[in-house]
């Protein structure tokens, strides 16, 4: 007989599937990590177990004490988990974006919830994240975890999640897809990965549109975050659990594409998992497409669906939110399709003078920067070139690239035009990507041409 001597040994060792209907016969082979069918419902389980085991080794956790969090719904629920089988009393900050689900189960296992604001700073008091601070100090006997800059979170993933990858496919995959978050799981177990592969496998990070973790690995530099829907990735302030050496790629997605994705996950292949599962599946199948036959991609599924039946998976959310075709007053494909021209566009490594000259002739303000194979970088902003001229830090003969900027105001061609609204309340531009490929530059004249040659 194979019985677990509690709860928390049956945690890992999750299913890796392939998918048989997002997938086409020329397409690189895609497998998904269930990790939702961890006992938590989560992969954070495996963080949180690892954590508070090696804090009550070093006597940082003690009998009867109070653990505190902050978190989006997982971790607390991993936590939750192991402090009610441990004896733990449980005190976690959420913001208020969370799911009702996610908050009720968490005081479903007894433990305390805090709902903060989202859309403040993170170094901003109210924030979830400081409010957690406080309550720790303020509170005796407890023991913070501080899963976002803890290094034992990144462990957690090098001595579970990796080898468990790697062992299931015998070492056969090329590339491996993982969302982010804390940044734990890909620092971890695609650390594992690269070493045992000696460098071959591909790590790709998934990033949401509004995070700062794509900009910041393409130029080195933070953007101004942005709220966005999807819950469990992406972050507004840069984490020392997310070890950018690691990646080899960052890829953004919107709020409407890791909807649909995980939507479709659900009713083509049976597969009941959350918004950042559609994340990480959406560019694992673009990427399929582009690597082609005879190449394996894994990816993981973090949480369940069971999350988020009032959001998501409710069609009335989804219209309300406008992310069901159909919906509102039209899509940026149809500003697109409305007007006309090319996108111009500079590459990295043109000289200035250049760039400037394009500018002038185009009578534009901005353009994308591209890598060699076509990929969006960075933007080149007018502004930009004018600080670095007049303060003189660059001449007109040097490289664009130290004064690129990140992405910013990035939609697809299928983002509703009341989300293009919310860009243009906080950039000039809505920057269209699809794929990794700038596909067009959309203005607020644009946005108004459209609808008044429409009305």
């Known amino acids: ?214 900009g910041y690995f393409k130029t080195g530099k933070l953007t101004t975050p942005h709220v966005y829907k999807v819950e469990g990735i992406g972050e507004d302030m840069l984490c020392k659990a997310m070890d950018f050496k690691v990646l080899d790629d960052v890829r953004q997605v919107d709020d409407r594409q890791c909807f649909i994705a995980a939507r479709r996950l659900a009713r083509e292949e049976g597969i009941f998992a959350g918004g950042s599962s559609g994340a990480a599946v959406h560019v694992a199948v673009e990427l399929a497409k582009e690597v082609g036959k005879g190449k394996t991609i894994i990816t993981l599924l973090p949480d369940s669906g069971s999350s988020y039946i009032s959001k998501f998976y409710s069609d009335e959310w989804m219209k309300d939110n406008g992310f069901l075709d159909g919906q509102g007053p039209g899509t940026v494909r149809d500003i697109i399709a409305h007007r006309k021209g090319e996108v111009v566009s500079t590459k990295k490594g043109d000289r200035i003078d250049l760039v400037v000259e394009t500018m002038k002739r185009h009578g534009i303000s901005q353009m994308p920067v591209l890598s060699k194979d076509g990929a969006a970088e960075g933007m080149i902003h007018e502004v930009d070139l004018l600080n670095a001229l007049v303060a003189g830090t660059h001449r007109l003969s040097e490289a664009i690239d130290p004064i690129v900027a990140p992405l910013q105001g990035v939609v697809t061609p299928e983002t509703s035009i009341s989300k293009l609204r919310e860009v243009f309340a906080q950039d000039n531009v809505a920057v269209v990507r699809q794929g990794q490929k700038v596909v067009a530059i959309v203005t607020k004249i644009d946005l108004i041409d459209f609808l008044a040659t429409r009305g």
């Open 1 to 214: 007989m194979k019985i677990h001597a509690n709860v928390l040994s049956a945690i890992g060792d999750t299913p890796l599937v392939k998918l048989n209907k997002l997938v086409g016969p020329d397409d690189a082979t895609v497998l998904v990590k269930c990790e939702f069918m961890n006992p938590g419902a989560s992969i954070k389980d495996r963080m949180a177990l690892h954590i508070l085991e090696k804090a009550e080794r070093a006597g940082l956790l003690k009998p009867g004490g109070t653990i505190v969090e902050n978190t989006s719904g997982n971790t607390g629920m991993g936590i939750a988990l192991a402090a009610a089988v441990k004896g733990y009393r449980c005190i976690f900050t959420m913001p208020d974006k969370m799911s009702t689900e996610k908050i009720n189960r968490l005081k479903a296992l007894g433990a305390q919830v805090i709902v903060t604001p989202t859309n403040v700073a993170a170094e901003d008091p109210k924030s979830y994240y400081e409010t957690a601070k406080r309550i720790a100090k303020e509170t005796p006997g407890s023991f913070y975890v501080n899963q976002y800059h803890n290094p034992d979170n990144i462990e957690a993933h090098y001595l579970t999640t990796g080898p468990e990858v790697w062992d299931q496919v015998d070492g056969k995959l090329d590339y491996f897809v993982a969302g982010l978050g804390t940044g734990g799981t890909m620092s971890g177990a695609g650390k594992y990965l690269k070493e045992k592969s000696k460098g071959a496998v591909k790590n790709v990070g998934v990033d949401p549109i509004g995070s700062v973790y794509q």
